[in-house]
C-alpha cells in the first residue's frame, strides 16, 4: 500500500483474523478425549488425515489436490495418512467421482460444509493442514488452522503464507500449479516425525497471536482515530 502512495502513518493492520481461542479450546477439547469427539462426529476418520477446509470450485484447485494425494500415497512407507476435504460447492460430484473412479472412496472422505462450531473438532484430530489454492487473498482457514495448533501445507499463491507459514518452522510451502510439488509436500509431512509435528503446531499458535480480535480491533480503533483527526484539520 505504501508503494502506491499512501503515507505509512495513515496505514493500520491487524485485519484477517478469527477468534483465536474458539479454535484453539475446541482442537484441545477433542485431543483431550479422543473417543468422545468420534462419538460425536462418527465421520472422523480413525487413521491419520490431512485436512482441507475450502468451497469445491477450481480456485480452490482441490482436483490437483486429489492427484497430488494419489502420488503420494504410491510414495508413502508405512500406512498413508486420509484425506479428509471439508466444503461444499459446484464441484463436489466431479470430484467424489474422481475419487470412486481411483477407488479411494475409503481414504478420501468428504463430510460437506462443517459449521463454525463443530470444525475445530475436526482440526483437532487431523495430522496436518493442507490449503491448495490456486490464488486467495488471504484464507481465514490458516488461521483456524494455526489457532487449533496444526503444522500447515500451503500453496505459495496463498496471501496469508506471507504472516502465517514459516517454511520448515511450522509448515511447508508448494506451487499450486505442479502436483509433484503438492505430492513431495504431503509426503514431507507425513515423514516428519510426530514430535517436530507436535513443535511446527506449536510454532504456528505463537504466529497467528499476531492475527488476534484483540490486534485487530486495536488497528480499527486506530484507524478511525487518523481518521476523525483528518476529519477535524479539515
Partial sequence: ??????????????????????????????????????????????????????????RKNVGRLLDAYARYRNCASGMPWDLVVCGQGEQKAQLEETVHSRRFDEFVHFPGFVSYHDVGFWYGLAGAFVHPALNEQWGLVLNEACAAGLPLLCSKTVGARYDLVSEKVNGFLFDPQHTDDIAQSLLRMHETPPNARKRMGDESRLIVQSCSPRTFASGFVSAACAAIEKTDQS
Fill in 1 to 58: 500500500v505504501a508503494s502506491l502512495g499512501v503515507p505509512r502513518e495513515r496505514i493500520f493492520t491487524g485485519y484477517d483474523a478469527v477468534d483465536n481461542d474458539h479454535f484453539s479450546h475446541t482442537a484441545d477439547a477433542a485431543r483431550s478425549d479422543v473417543a468422545a469427539a468420534r462419538k460425536r462426529y462418527p465421520s472422523i476418520p480413525e487413521r491419520p488425515y490431512f485436512l482441507a477446509v475450502l468451497r469445491l470450485i477450481p
